[in-house]
């Protein structure tokens, strides 16, 4: 009975992540404006009934998306700015080679921009992307300072410096569209030499 029941949700989870793949490749396609129940069913090869199983509305999915991205990309970030191990230029490093090194972001990144700016979005999903972004500089905040104390980060406000650091990497992150890529190679460690003293 035990094993029905794991199984039963092991398969219930695999048609969700489905479903939130299918969404995330047509917004790469088509963009957020177009998206819609019946667009989502055919991309995952599913029956509109069977979406409505797993998520009540198309902003439902979209919130679901992100706020496990989101929430994942924090823990990431916090983990690395408590260590102690590694400097805060490691760290800074290690954030961006980590995020830049990841073939789909570009595709993520899209999304949240494309939310954040389309009109058929409810307000109240917009605030929940802004307000999860802005706690998730709070880490690279905290490297900022340190840099600072250590005297090898620019004396700059750091939640800016920390906005300005992730917004960057994300601004880098779409021109790896894959197939239009911009044939330049990207360096985290001119990324962070940006953010050094000199």
């Not at 917004?27 to 129940?37: A, D, E, F, M, T």
């Not at 439902?60 to 260590?83: H, M, N, P, S």
Request: with cysteine; charged share 30%; hydrophobic share 40%.
């Amino acid at each position: 009975m035990a094993r029905n029941v794991i199984r039963d949700e092991k398969v219930r989870e695999e048609r969700k992540q489905l479903i939130m793949d299918s969404v995330l490749q047509l917004i790469v396609r088509k963009g957020v404006g177009s998206l819609n129940i019946s667009e989502i069913a055919k991309e995952a090869k599913l029956s509109v009934g069977n979406i409505y199983n797993f998520f009540k509305s198309k902003d439902e999915i979209l919130d679901e998306i992100l706020r496990k991205g989101q929430e994942e990309y924090r823990v990431f970030v916090t983990k690395v700015a408590e260590r102690e191990d590694i400097t805060p230029i490691e760290k800074l490093h290690f954030i961006c080679s980590s995020w830049l090194s990841l073939k789909n972001n570009w595709a993520f990144t899209m999304m949240i921009q494309s939310i954040r700016m389309n009109e058929t979005v409810t307000e109240e999903l917009k605030t929940a992307i802004t307000r999860r972004f802005t706690q998730n500089l709070q880490p690279i905040e905290k490297i900022m300072k340190e840099g600072q104390e250590q005297e090898v980060i620019i004396n700059e406000n750091p939640l800016e410096l920390a906005y300005y650091f992730v917004s960057l990497i994300q601004g880098l992150t779409l021109q790896q569209i894959p197939s239009n890529s911009v044939p330049v190679k990207m360096n985290a460690d001119g990324i962070i030499h940006l953010f050094m003293k000199k």
